[in-house]
């Protein structure tokens, strides 16, 4: 039998989280002290999606029970097609914890699992998914013949020819929310301290975590603005019940993209909740950077794929003021021109995966001949833009002619409290020689955070 050509994959989060919940069998693996090998034991399980966990049930004085309280643990779920040797696998890495919360019990008690091993499983466990990873080995696609007529071969330099006109992107009144959202909501506990939620906001790239939810009350959030906030003044008990902001906006899934935008342009606010239109519950999360990469001409899940992750924590650092940014700043900026239209300046941010692009060049000034324009357009101000139908209007307009910078040498205790006082994620770097060299991001300060404070 002739067998198609196969890659490898990456899978996103969302398929990830898919594949989760598509299934009912995985594999705990655990590493216990003093034991020669790892401990690996098959588990059938039920995965939540609204606290975005695996959970599943274990008898008291097992040896299952034992283990989850000694170790971190892996969990893995994987399928094949042996026939055409094809298959996929998902990790998790995390921490076992027993659910003990009355409440919580009550509800995850509706979610109908039913453990095959026989015996008393009276205990419910939850792994949540905060790290998680997946591949797909699976067939290349074969071109039909009319899908390769008006391809052109790469030139191999990666830019478009003097004849490639770019083309504004399809506009967003006929998308709808659960096309552009991003599935399940990632929680936290009330109880959570600050590293906990700075782990959660990093590892996932995320700016905000949602408090779990109370039946019946209206779900709080957590920004990575408000953790700053609290990691500046030092509160090394603050709790995430303690910063949650009011209660978060939310949009049904069924509505059109531009409800959205009016919802965020209106309330400038870079993230809803999305929730089912017949239950109320939560589905999923749509931002402002979903809405810039559809007004791009991209799809979102691509997008979120390959946006560039927090910067990895300085070894040895204690606090923000030990951190430099240099150390930590992504390094150069995207750039447009001022004339350009504002859907190309979507279509920058959608290709290179940032969400502030820079405008610089030399721009008219009407009778005043013409002046050097220097400034930031960030993906909430395309986001106005979009709902005011003003994606044709020049860069220069709307860019932020007084960015907020820090030096290269600055701490990043200094940059994290201009974000904070300034109510802005993205800082222009600037180098010694006077000019901008990078951008430092709430979530560089972030995983900062969450690698300095060590929780007792």
Known sequence: ??????????LDRSECLQLLAQTAFGRIAVNVANWAQPVIRPVNY????RSQSVLFRSGIGSKLHAL?????????IDGSDAAHRLGWSVIIHGVCEEITNPAELRRIDGLGLQPWAPGPKGHWIRIRAHTVSGRRLEAVPELEPDQTAGVQPSSGSGRQGPSAVPTPPLPSTDVRVDEVMRPGVITCSPEDRLATLAAIMANHGIHSTVLEPVPGAAALIVTDLELLRAALQETDHAR??????EPAST?????LLDAAVAMMAEQYVAHLLVTDPGSGALVGVISSFDVVSVLGGQQPRLARMLVPGPARPVPNVQTLSETIVRDVMHPGIATCTPEVPLWTVAQTMAEHHVRCVAVAGIDSAGGHGQRLTWGLIG????????????LAEAAATIAGTAPIAVGEEDSLQHAAALMVEHGT??????GPSGLPSGIVSSLDVVSIVAAAMIEP
């Open 1 to 10: 039998m002739s067998l198609p050509a196969r890659q490898m994959r990456e």
């Open 46 to 49: 039920v995965f939540d999606q």
């Open 68 to 76: 989850i309280h000694a170790a971190k643990v892996t969990f893995e």
């Open 240 to 245: 995430a019940a303690g910063i949650a902001r």
């Open 251 to 255: 949009v049904p899934s069924d509505v």
């Open 379 to 390: 993906d909430m101000d395309l986001v106005r833009a979009r709902h005011r139908n003003a």
């Open 425 to 430: 994620r993205h800082v222009v770097v600037v």
